[in-house]
């Protein structure tokens, strides 16, 4: 039995993990989804300050007040950046840190930053066309996403405070020591962010390397396969 925890990618929430609970009950796992402040169903308490900081304070007020330990901490898409900065201010709660098709990010990187140019000018003008200076519109879900799901999430998807995405992280180096994983997902879409994380974790010592033949958000649309992979990696 173990205790997961997700940090979740932009624009979602915890919610988007709702196929995943059943598979991992099963298992006899325990599967923690917090929702960061501002999306999801904390959307009501969205604002112009929220910031990368804000969300790993979430997931690290989580950790404490459920008394978590020995956690294995997911970080999804942007939720990478999220799951960096926990695992390195609260190391002594993670067994092992595993990215989804996620940004891992080094000390004084934002997500950002890590865009190519054409993605960053993109959301920048978004920003100030459809997000009132301060918010991000939502990306399009993959184009293999089947349309029932399609049709389940995009409803629920919100806008994004932009703060979140252009603030630097800070680190200490403690995430570094721990045992992490990176699973990529292959089918990639334009600009493909996520290469360079996977070619980071196949160079770098201490790290595992699995690849899905899935696009982005294989907890949607292919749980099984991804509790497999998960499983492989945890056992």
């Not at 604002?47 to 978590?68: K, P, S, Y």
């Not at 890590?114 to 939502?138: F, I, N, S, Y």
Request: overall charge negative; charged content about 20%.
């Amino acid at each position: 039995m173990a205790n997961f925890v997700v940090a979740h990618g932009a624009w979602s929430a915890g919610w988007t993990w709702k196929k995943m609970r059943p598979l991992m009950r099963a298992a006899g796992h325990e599967l923690v989804t917090p929702t960061y402040t501002g999306i999801g169903e904390r959307s009501h308490l969205a604002h112009a300050g929220i910031d990368l900081n804000q969300h790993i304070t979430d997931v690290l007020q989580v950790l404490a007040f459920e008394d978590l330990s020995d956690v294995v901490l997911i970080g999804h898409s942007y939720g990478g950046m999220v799951a960096t900065g926990v695992a390195d201010r609260a190391p002594e709660r993670i067994r092992h840190l595993i990215y989804l098709d996620a940004f891992a990010p080094k000390n004084g990187e934002a997500a950002m930053s890590l865009q190519p140019e054409a993605v960053r000018l993109r959301m920048a003008d978004a920003v100030h066309t459809q997000g009132d200076g301060w918010r991000v519109p939502p990306n399009p879900m993959p184009p293999d996403t089947d349309p029932a799901d399609i049709a389940w999430a995009m409803p629920k998807r919100v806008m994004q405070p932009v703060k979140t995405l252009q603030q630097p992280i800070e680190l200490t180096g403690a995430v570094d020591q721990l045992p992490r994983s990176y699973i990529y997902c292959t089918r990639s879409g334009p600009g493909d962010v996520f290469r360079q994380f996977a070619n980071r974790a196949q160079s770098e010592p201490g790290w595992r390397y699995v690849e899905m033949d899935a696009s982005h958000n294989p907890h949607i649309t292919c749980p099984e396969a991804l509790m497999n992979v998960l499983a492989s990696l945890t056992t």
